[in-house]
């Protein structure tokens, strides 16, 4: 009998989740994962027993309840959930339309929610269970012209740090992961997209997306060695609640906390300025 863990997966077809769905499959473990296509995801990965290739609408939370009953009766529990499914979004605040802006939060923010929302009743019967959620550096430390996926990643990362303390008394462990580039897809039509509507005052923004699309294919971070990474995270018993991952997520971590304190410090007679005097 398998008694390794069941992992369920979303936006595998591609990317960190696809390297992620390998790499489990290689190591015994039993895998369910989604896509917008079960065919191409399933091409993908190849046949293999303790797979489960799952074609799910993450817009439709019927369809992601249906995919994580699917899963838990395949497998007879689900383990660790990785909300992997994401896309880019590049442009100014005034140019983006009001559908850029819900699609965007539709699979970036509200698909992570309702994944959580469907699987954490079954985790909480069994008393145990690991939630990764996959963010981005720029949910801490954004870059110019990017400024709505940082807001879709910034909301991610705050439901993860609170859900790991609304959830830690269940056995539930909550790791929110904030990546920096890694060579996959991501920086490609296909995951990265910007505003039809573009604006010529903004050139910036425009410099700054010229600069990320010259980064496709020479990103420093190896999605294989992601992979193990996550697996690793699932495997500790007490993993941390945030992780930057990759060299450059450190560093624009870290260099956005020298700046946070130095501008706590500056302001600090501002900020005491409101309370009221005894």
């Known amino acids: 009998m398998n008694t390794k863990k069941v992992w369920y997966v979303t936006g595998a077809s591609k990317g960190l989740g696809l390297s992620l769905v390998k790499k489990l499959l290689a190591d015994g473990y039993r895998v369910a994962a989604t896509s917008r296509s079960a065919a191409q995801l399933q091409a993908a990965v190849g046949e293999h027993p303790d797979f489960l290739a799952l074609e ?94 940082a807001a879709t ?28 580039a890694f060579r996959t897809e991501f920086l490609s039509d296909e995951s990265l997209v910007t505003s039809k509507n573009k604006i010529g005052a903004y050139q910036a923004v425009r410099d700054s997306h010229a600069r990320y699309q010259t980064m496709n294919g020479a990103q420093a971070g190896d999605p294989d060695k992601a992979a193990a990474v996550f697996i690793a995270l699932a495997e500790n018993p007490n993993p941390p609640v945030r992780l930057f991952m990759g060299t450059d997520a450190y560093n624009r971590a870290n260099a956005k906390l020298e700046l946070i304190k130095a501008e706590l410090e500056q302001w600090k007679d501002l900020s005491f300025s409101t309370d009221y005097k005894a």
């Open 153 to 180: 990643k910034f909301a991610v990362v705050g439901f993860s740090e609170v859900l790991a303390e609304d959830v830690r008394d269940f056995g539930i462990k909550v790791t929110v992961a904030e990546p920096g």
């Open 56 to 149: 799910v609408n993450l817009t439709d939370t019927d369809c992601i309840w249906e995919s994580v009953q699917r899963t838990n009766d395949r497998f007879g529990s689900i383990d660790v959930v990785v909300n992997n499914a994401g896309y880019g979004i590049g442009g100014a605040a005034e140019e983006l339309t009001e559908e850029e802006i819900k699609s965007s939060f539709d699979i970036n923010v509200f698909a992570t929610i309702h994944v959580v929302q469907h699987v954490v009743p079954l985790m909480r019967a069994q008393g145990s269970g690991s939630i990764i959620n996959i963010a981005s550096i720029a949910g801490f430390a954004a870059a110019t012209g990017w400024g709505m996926y």
